[in-house]
């Protein structure tokens, strides 16, 4: 599998808490050489990369890494990031409500923050790892009756990441036209081509520039 074709399938991503400016230029000016499919940064840092890189393709992240903020507070904060030059969302379900069963909470948030992406691309990260089978299978229902494009594996910030396992479930799963990222403990050539031929469309990494270069 050739390189470019695995760097246009990734998000190339910072989220660590300690980012600081010179490293989200650094992780931007990496995107635009190796043509990345995005760069995923904290909401805090969107219209910095968009004053500097004016046509990046950027992603951020909504209620991360733990999903438990109200509703209206990953609305707001995802209108905020639009509004800031955002130009695809990554949201945390709130896992609590998965517990309780809540299915058709889950599914009204998913659909009110994809009104307020305003015609963004929406992913929506499931924490696989926190998850048994049974709502694995849930969840993939849930998201493909949403209005979301994506499903995504991981935050990478839990016990666990993407595992081939889940990738293979979620494309059992999940309706056809719904794309599925892999993101969490990507650390090897071998990781990203394994998720990507086994149906993941898109790759969440902090790492594989540096791998695979």
Same mark, same amino acid.
Request: glycine residues 6%; proline residues 2%.
């Given at each position: 599998?050739? &390189?470019?074709?695995?760097?246009? !399938? ?6 660590? =808490? $300690? ?13 635009? #050489? ?17 004053? &500097? ?15 438990? &903020?109200?509703?209206?507070? $990953? ?7 639009? #509004? ?11 896992? @609590?409500?998965? *517990? &309780? ?12 923050? *994809?009104?307020?992406?305003? @015609? $963004?691309?929406? *992913? ?22 949403? %209005? ?10 839990? #016990? @666990? @990441?993407?595992?081939?396992? %889940?990738?293979?479930?979620?494309? $059992?799963?999940? !309706?056809? =036209? ?36």
């Amino acid at each position: 599998m050739e &390189n470019s074709y695995i760097f246009e !399938r990734t998000d190339h991503t910072l989220l660590s =808490t $300690k980012a600081t400016k010179e490293e989200i230029l650094k992780l931007c000016s990496e995107a635009v #050489k190796f043509n990345t499919a995005s760069v995923c940064i904290p909401p805090s840092y969107i219209k910095f990369a968009r004053e &500097n890189y004016p046509t990046l393709c950027l992603c951020t992240v909504i209620g991360f890494p733990n999903g438990y &903020n109200s509703t209206a507070v $990953k609305v707001f904060e995802t209108k905020e990031a639009v #509004k800031d030059g955002a130009d695809e969302i990554d949201m945390v379900i709130n896992l @609590g409500m998965v *517990k &309780n069963k809540e299915w058709d909470n889950i599914l009204n948030e998913i659909n009110e923050i *994809k009104k307020a992406c305003s @015609g $963004k691309l929406l *992913k929506v990260i499931i924490e696989t790892c926190d998850l048994t089978e049974e709502e694995k299978i849930k969840m993939c229902e849930i998201v493909s009756a949403s %209005d979301a494009e994506f499903i995504k594996t991981s935050t990478g910030f839990s #016990k @666990g @990441g993407a595992t081939k396992e %889940d990738i293979i479930l979620m494309r $059992k799963y999940c !309706r056809e =036209t719904l794309k599925i990222k892999a993101a969490g403990g990507i650390s090897t050539r071998e990781d990203a081509e394994t998720f990507l031929n086994c149906a993941a469309d898109r790759l969440g990494s902090s790492r594989i520039i540096k791998i695979l270069t």
